[in-house]
């Protein structure tokens, strides 16, 4: 079985501050995860992804996430949140040999000026 | 073109009438996905192409949807007798074939069954 668990539905930071975005996954297979970014009224767009590559990855706007299998965990982070990354965040979960994208149930980020 | 491409993106329908909803994909992708998303909800997964052939088409709601793709390329998703519950954003996305790929969105079909 596989699915992707968002553990936080609402963020709210101060802008200048850190985000740390939660996301676990389950499965029984090597994933390639992605976290995905929709601003409202806006298409998906990709922010990262991890491939077996590196365990951490850079994506834009300065927002990075670390994949760690010991804990079946892929967390976005960003140093310092802007009033621009206010949107709604999904970490997406593809399995190998599989091509099903399984999507988590969302972050919704606010920042406060 | 260089995205995906969805249209209309404003669909509004009485309930009982028939939609189509396409989808022009990246040139070149080889899978295609349809996927909804309705208000407070999350990505709702509902069909994948490989080529022209759907091998999972588990997510589909009902009988009333019906997905097809011509060609290798575009996509029309079919909604019969639509209620007003099948009101969401319809999205669409390609990618190339490999698993440590990533998809590409369209803008989405809104649709609205009043």
């Known amino acids: 079985a596989q699915s992707v668990t968002q553990l936080d539905s609402h963020v709210s930071v101060s802008e200048g501050t850190p985000v740390l975005l939660r996301c676990n996954y389950s499965s029984s297979y090597s994933p390639s995860l992605f976290w995905y970014v929709q601003h409202p009224n806006k298409g998906l767009q990709l922010l990262l992804k991890?491939?077996?590559?590196?365990?951490l990855v850079k994506g834009i706007n300065g927002f990075e996430a670390e994949f760690k299998k010991s804990e079946t965990s892929f967390h976005l982070t960003k140093p310092s949140a802007h009033m621009s990354d206010a949107a709604e965040y999904f970490c997406?979960?593809?399995?190998?040999?599989?091509?099903?994208?399984?999507f988590g149930s969302g972050t919704k980020l606010n920042v406060k000026p | 073109g260089a995205g995906v491409s969805q249209s209309p993106s404003n669909k509004v329908t009485e309930k009982g009438k028939d939609v189509e909803l396409r989808c022009d994909p990246i040139s070149g992708h080889t899978a295609l996905y349809w996927y909804r998303q309705s208000l407070g909800q999350g990505l709702e997964f509902l069909i994948y192409f490989q080529g022209n052939s759907a091998p999972d088409k588990s997510g589909l709601p009902s009988d009333r949807f019906s997905a097809e793709r011509t060609g290798g390329s575009v996509s029309t998703l079919t909604i019969q007798r639509t209620q007003q519950e099948d009101s969401a954003v319809y999205l669409c996305?390609?990618?190339?074939?490999?698993?440590?790929?990533?998809?590409?969105f369209g803008q989405g079909t809104r649709l609205t069954v009043v």
């Open positions: 991890y491939t077996s590559a590196a365990t």
């Open positions: 997406v979960v593809r399995l190998y040999n599989f091509n099903k994208f399984y």
């Open positions: 996305a390609s990618s190339l074939a490999p698993s440590d790929t990533e998809a590409f």
